[in-house]
């Protein structure tokens, strides 16, 4: 159920210990749940997770890199590290957090657990050594793959973490010396090998050339010595999709202006509404790509209506579109100095957010949910199948992203400059539920004065629109129907 260019493998190093007390203390704050019962963030505190939780949705994720896990009240599908897993019993509330039974979160968390995805081993460590004990990291060329091999001085605990082209290894209480540690030249699979140095641990990477199966990692007491074998991925052809009835073309496009209607997206700083810039831009971008043949497009609006943000996806759904692109522009309240400093476009994917800039990004989106007669409600599995669906589509998405970047950067990239890196992430709901490759495009920022006039501009948005369609006609070169 993983996608399989992302995965995580833990080695985990010590039991966790549920004492009486902690069930003692969980039993004191809630007299309705049996003792037997312990909160789910007594544990993850004890083994240093960070967690955040969502009263809207009845979620507690808990965070300890590179772990991920998701907890769903009164549901028995969890989300760990891209998978979907099933509990024997929901969890349930009590105050801010969830609870689960004392024996499930052995069985969670513990070493050895059967319920945790991926598989799963300990390197023990016997003795410290003072100084270096990373002592070598090769790599050697195999007909059928490439041999990673890891020298430790000393047994470390370790996880290893793979997302495209990064293959990292985070040693526990390693010590590593950076200047010896280190590739440049291309070995198989293995474009080069750096490491790292943090306080309380080391880290070492490889940078890869292509996609990779699932490592097989086996550990040599007698040398001390990890073995990580590399295979590259197969690549397997997904059945393309047949393109509607009523459709001349083979690739299905959905266009999403942001906004309409009584709902006027962001205001300039100026007065100007987004809602009213968006739509020029994608009915420009519309005719752009009706030129092209194997093309059909279609879009969430045609002129100043108000649309839910659930029925976007749903139309897009309905079409059977190979792609859906929802088209917006931004703002910021605060100062004047704020808003001068505040500018330039971001193209974004559905996932998590990584940092709080492009989580108020998604927050300022999906406010809009508010000025609906009926808000969409998602129940707890609802939004675990929503997040599987999204990861189905990542790659493809961050492709379209990267694509649509380098087209804005060429072409007016003087003009509105790239915020950031110019691609982010973030949980926008406009994106939930679009069961194919999506992204959402943020053009610049209405709230500085320079953005909102060129923005404006018929012509400079024929310009957005060509830079947009240069990127998606090549994105459709790249990936067909095989979506």
């Given at each position: 159920?993983?996608?399989?260019?992302?995965?995580?493998?833990?080695?985990?190093?010590?039991?966790?210990?549920?004492?009486?007390?902690?069930?003692?203390?969980?039993?004191?704050r809630?007299?309705?749940?049996?003792?037997?019962?312990?909160?789910?963030?007594?544990?993850?505190?004890?083994?240093?997770?960070?967690?955040?939780?969502?009263?809207?949705?009845?979620?507690?994720?808990?965070?300890?890199?590179?772990?991920?896990?998701?907890?769903?009240?009164?549901?028995?599908?969890?989300?760990?590290?891209?998978?979907?897993?099933?509990?024997?019993?929901?969890?349930?509330?009590?105050?801010?957090?969830?609870?689960?039974s004392?024996?499930?979160?052995?069985r969670?968390?513990?070493?050895?657990?059967s319920?945790?995805?991926?598989?799963?081993?300990?390197?023990?460590?016997?003795?410290?050594k003072?100084?270096?004990?990373?002592?070598?990291?090769?790599?050697?060329?195999?007909?059928?793959?490439?041999?990673?091999?890891i020298?430790?001085?000393?047994?470390l605990?370790?996880?290893?973490?793979?997302?495209?082209?990064?293959?990292?290894?985070?040693f526990?209480?390693?010590?590593?010396?950076t200047?010896?540690?280190?590739?440049?030249?291309?070995?198989?699979?293995?474009?080069?090998?750096?490491?790292?140095?943090?306080?309380?641990?080391?880290?070492?990477?490889?940078?890869l050339?292509?996609?990779?199966?699932?490592?097989?990692?086996?550990?040599?007491?007698?040398?001390?010595?990890?073995?990580?074998s590399l295979?590259?991925?197969?690549?397997?052809q997904?059945?393309?999709?047949?393109?509607?009835?009523?459709?001349?073309?083979?690739?299905?496009?959905?266009?999403?202006?942001?906004?309409?209607?009584?709902?006027?997206?962001?205001?300039?700083?100026?007065?100007?509404?987004?809602?009213?810039?968006?739509?020029?831009?994608?009915?420009?971008?519309?005719?752009?790509?009706?030129?092209?043949?194997?093309?059909?497009?279609?879009?969430t609006?045609?002129?100043?209506?108000?649309?839910?943000?659930s029925?976007?996806t749903?139309?897009?759904?309905?079409?059977?579109?190979?792609?859906?692109?929802?088209?917006?522009?931004?703002?910021?309240?605060?100062?004047?100095?704020?808003?001068?400093?505040?500018?330039?476009?971001?193209?974004?994917f559905?996932?998590?957010?990584?940092n709080?800039?492009?989580?108020l990004?998604?927050?300022?989106?999906?406010?809009?949910?508010?000025?609906?007669?009926?808000?969409?409600k998602?129940?707890n599995?609802?939004?675990?199948?929503?997040?599987?669906a999204?990861?189905?589509?990542?790659?493809?998405?961050?492709?379209?992203?990267?694509?649509?970047?380098?087209?804005?950067?060429?072409?007016?990239?003087?003009?509105?400059?790239?915020?950031?890196?110019?691609?982010?992430?973030?949980?926008?709901?406009?994106?939930?539920?679009?069961?194919?490759?999506?992204?959402l495009?943020?053009?610049?920022f209405?709230?500085?004065?320079?953005?909102?006039?060129?923005?404006?501009?018929?012509?400079?948005?024929?310009?957005?629109?060509a830079?947009?369609?240069?990127?998606?006609?090549?994105?459709c070169?790249?990936?067909?129907?095989?979506?």
């Amino acid at each position: 159920m993983r996608p399989p260019r992302f995965f995580s493998l833990l080695f985990m190093v010590s039991a966790v210990t549920l004492s009486g007390g902690a069930v003692r203390e969980a039993g004191e704050r809630n007299d309705t749940i049996a003792a037997s019962h312990v909160a789910i963030t007594v544990v993850t505190d004890s083994l240093g997770y960070s967690w955040e939780w969502e009263r809207a949705f009845g979620r507690l994720t808990c965070v300890r890199q590179p772990d991920r896990l998701r907890f769903y009240e009164g549901n028995c599908f969890y989300y760990l590290n891209g998978s979907v897993e099933k509990l024997p019993e929901a969890p349930v509330r009590r105050g801010a957090t969830l609870y689960l039974s004392r024996c499930l979160l052995e069985r969670l968390f513990a070493p050895g657990d059967s319920m945790r995805s991926g598989p799963e081993r300990t390197v023990l460590s016997s003795h410290r050594k003072t100084g270096v004990n990373i002592l070598s990291v090769t790599a050697e060329k195999k007909r059928n793959g490439t041999l990673l091999s890891i020298v430790l001085a000393d047994s470390l605990p370790f996880d290893v973490t793979y997302f495209f082209p990064n293959l990292t290894f985070n040693f526990f209480g390693g010590r590593v010396d950076t200047t010896s540690i280190k590739q440049k030249s291309r070995i198989g699979l293995v474009n080069s090998i750096f490491s790292i140095q943090f306080d309380v641990s080391a880290q070492v990477t490889a940078l890869l050339s292509r996609d990779i199966e699932e490592p097989m990692i086996d550990y040599v007491q007698d040398t001390r010595t990890i073995m990580v074998s590399l295979k590259p991925q197969k690549i397997v052809q997904k059945p393309k999709k047949k393109a509607s009835a009523d459709s001349p073309g083979t690739t299905i496009i959905v266009l999403d202006p942001g906004h309409g209607g009584k709902d006027p997206g962001c205001i300039g700083a100026s007065g100007v509404k987004e809602k009213d810039i968006v739509l020029p831009i994608s009915l420009a971008l519309r005719d752009m790509l009706q030129k092209k043949k194997g093309l059909t497009i279609y879009m969430t609006r045609e002129t100043d209506v108000f649309i839910p943000l659930s029925d976007r996806t749903k139309f897009a759904n309905d079409k059977k579109a190979h792609l859906f692109i929802s088209i917006h522009a931004d703002a910021i309240g605060g100062d004047a100095k704020r808003k001068q400093n505040t500018r330039g476009y971001k193209i974004y994917f559905l996932s998590h957010a990584k940092n709080e800039e492009d989580k108020l990004v998604a927050m300022r989106e999906n406010a809009v949910i508010e000025l609906e007669d009926q808000p969409q409600k998602y129940s707890n599995l609802q939004n675990v199948l929503i997040e599987m669906a999204g990861n189905e589509y990542l790659r493809e998405s961050q492709d379209l992203c990267i694509m649509l970047d380098q087209k804005f950067n060429g072409t007016f990239g003087k003009k509105i400059p790239k915020l950031h890196r110019g691609v982010g992430q973030a949980n926008f709901w406009v994106l939930n539920g679009a069961f194919m490759p999506s992204v959402l495009i943020e053009t610049g920022f209405l709230s500085y004065k320079k953005e909102e006039k060129l923005l404006s501009d018929s012509a400079f948005q024929k310009e957005v629109a060509a830079a947009m369609s240069r990127a998606v006609i090549g994105f459709c070169e790249k990936y067909g129907t095989g979506l």
